[in-house]
């Protein structure tokens, strides 16, 4: 579908970041730097040009790439400016700097004092990668000649813990930088573009991920079904190729951190199963995988939450879309490719109800969070699950006041998702059970049910996913 849908509050965020440029700063400093993270293909870069292009003012948008050489940016970077709208833009078709403290200096010349003007450097953890020297030499002429004018400069990058360091203390852009996050479109933001259901909607975030690209291809009011059986069978849609560039970018070369992720994307949650799946690998190689995919924010580590310390850790796949198409897209590329992409399609159908009961559980209590006061016991701060070793019990979710070892548990609920079938007395006994094993609970603690086919019992609060998507809007 064409048209720019959601980003309201990211595109109000940058107008005002602007309109601090445009009314000055103190002491003559009226410029602006903004650091903005987010997932590959998240949107980042899509949102940015839809806001120059709205503000209508000056700017440069330049998009570094896995360039072998500092001097091969620097020649990419010469031609972007070039091809600028900025007033004075021709100083670099005289000149070609040779280094970035003169590029930036050159590039300071070319910006409008009169007015504000916008400077986009996308994808600056490669900028960074070929010239580690480059993000000193980027803050020490912002200091002396880009604060000095009329500009918002913007980098932006997908490398979640590189940008998200840049601001810390004792690195060279500590506190001269706003720092934006821009996550995937919401459910509500899916609905907005699919023309589906509540509940429909929740099967096509599941699916995207909230990836704009791929959202873009899905039909207004296509069900699931009649989305993944064209989208599956063709190896170019957006579908499949965003994954394998995403994990391709992240892992350009064969990496034990990237077996890992494909063992934890299969569905494995624990480190011993998580090993075996990665072909046995020692403790040390696995701790040191985990690690890097953690501090990447591609695998969240999750504890239980109760009132008692737990060591059970639980690794999952932090984004929807990927965790989609490790589990059944990225292991059957190669039979898609040769044209049999029924097979895969089959796959996921037989699948899916399985599949979608795990995947939606992250996603409902992200929704829990979003709850306005009142819908949820006061004082409860975090929402999470709760489990042991062998399951028993394993709670959906638990709700309290710090995580991930509670002083209170204020609520436990459990979440059915399945169609036609609501949550009924047999759910009602099997979750009063589970409260009862849960450390800091007793029969005081209230419960909720979120189910897709609503409730049939009293004496516990229903959510519906008309109510989850609401709370997503609010």
């Known amino acids: 579908m064409d048209g720019f849908v959601g980003r309201d509050r990211e595109l109000a965020q940058l107008s005002r970041m602007l309109g601090r440029v445009s009314d000055g700063g103190r002491a003559g400093r009226p410029g602006r730097a903004l650091l903005m993270r987010g997932r590959r293909r998240v949107g980042k870069s899509r949102l940015v040009e839809e806001f120059v292009e709205r503000a209508g003012v000056p700017h440069l948008f330049f998009t570094a790439s896995a360039q072998p050489t500092a001097a091969a940016d620097l020649a990419l970077f010469g031609e ?41 450097l996308d994808e600056m953890p490669y900028l960074i990668a070929t010239d580690p020297g480059f993000e000193g030499t980027l803050q020490k002429v912002f ?27 004792g690195r060279p852009f500590h506190q001269r930088a706003t720092e934006m996050v821009i996550p995937p479109l919401s459910p509500t933001d899916v609905q907005a573009m699919v023309g589906l259901s509540a509940a429909e909607a929740f099967d096509a975030f599941l699916v ?23 989208a599956v069978i063709d190896p170019t849609s ?83 879309y990927l965790r989609f198409w490790l589990s059944f897209l990225g292991p059957h590329l190669p039979e898609i490719e040769r044209g049999r992409g029924d097979l895969t399609l089959a796959r996921i159908t037989s699948s899916w109800t399985s599949w979608r009961g795990r995947a939606i559980e992250p996603v409902v209590r992200e929704a829990l969070r979003r709850l306005p006061d009142g819908y949820l016991p006061e004082g409860t701060a975090v929402v999470g699950g709760y ?17 991930p070892i509670a002083k209170r548990i204020t609520v436990v609920g459990s979440v059915k ?55 997503y809007r609010d």
């Open 80 to 120: 972007a400016v070039v091809g600028s709208t900025l007033p004075d833009a021709s100083l670099f078709a005289a000149q070609q700097p040779r280094t970035w403290d003169a590029a930036l200096t050159l590039l300071a010349a070319a910006l409008p004092t009169d007015r504000p003007s916008v400077v986009v």
């Open 143 to 169: 200091d002396r000649e880009l604060s000095r004018r009329p500009v918002l400069l913007i980098c932006i990058g997908s490398d979640l813990a590189m940008m998200e360091a840049l601001n810390d203390y």
């Open 208 to 230: 995207s991920g909230g990836l704009p690209l791929i959202l873009d291809e899905w039909p207004v009011g296509a069900s699931l079904r009649d989305y993944l059986a064209d």
């Open 238 to 320: 957006a579908l499949l190729v965003s994954g394998e560039r995403a994990l391709a970018a992240e892992f350009p070369a064969p990496t034990q951190a990237g077996v890992v992720l494909r063992a934890i994307g299969s569905g494995e949650r624990t480190f011993s199963s998580i090993a075996r799946a990665a072909g046995d690998l020692p403790q040390a190689s696995l701790t040191r995988a985990l690690r890097l995919l953690t501090d990447k924010r591609i695998v969240d580590a999750s504890l239980p939450l109760s009132t008692k310390p737990s060591r059970e850790t639980r690794y999952a796949i932090a984004d929807p």
């Open 387 to 403: 489990w042991t070793r062998t399951n028993d019990p394993e709670i959906d979710l638990v709700g309290a006041d710090r995580e």
């Open 417 to 471: 998702w399945l169609e036609n079938r609501p949550f009924d007395v047999h759910d009602l006994n099997r979750l009063l059970l589970h409260r009862s094993r849960l450390p800091g609970a007793d029969e005081q603690v209230p419960l909720v049910a979120v189910s897709r086919s609503g409730t049939t019992v009293e004496g516990v609060r229903a959510l519906s996913a008309e109510d989850l998507l609401a709370a």
